[in-house]
């Protein structure tokens, strides 16, 4: 499945977010899917892990307008990082779990 609505200018999809606090943000679509499949209802998933590394939403299959919950996971920024070299080779180093989707 995929965003068909407002993108940004990297391609991630974009949607405008009224939280319940009343506070308004645009927000990547992905990290909407993610939070609301977990039930996260306020501005911001946790940016950081126990050993301070910056958290992402990645997608498994590299497909920046996807929005399969099936297809995302919250990771560390370097295991995101090494997902894109894993898609430029075209295929897995299988140094992080679970695999990309190559």
Known sequence: MQW???????GYG??????PDGKKTVEKTHRLVYMAHNKILHPHLQNKNE???????S???NNKKCILIEHLV???H???MN???CFKK????KLHYPYCMV
Do not use: F, M
Request: hydrophobic share 20%.
């Open 4 to 10: 068909n609505g407002a993108c940004s200018e990297a």
């Open 14 to 19: 974009r949607k405008r977010v009224t939280w």
């Open 51 to 57: 050993y301070g590394e910056q958290l992402d939403v």
């Open 59 to 61: 997608h498994l299959c």
């Open 74 to 76: 919250h990771e560390p």
């Open 78 to 80: 370097c295991i995101n």
């Open 83 to 85: 997902r894109h070299e």
């Open 90 to 93: 075209g295929n897995c180093s």
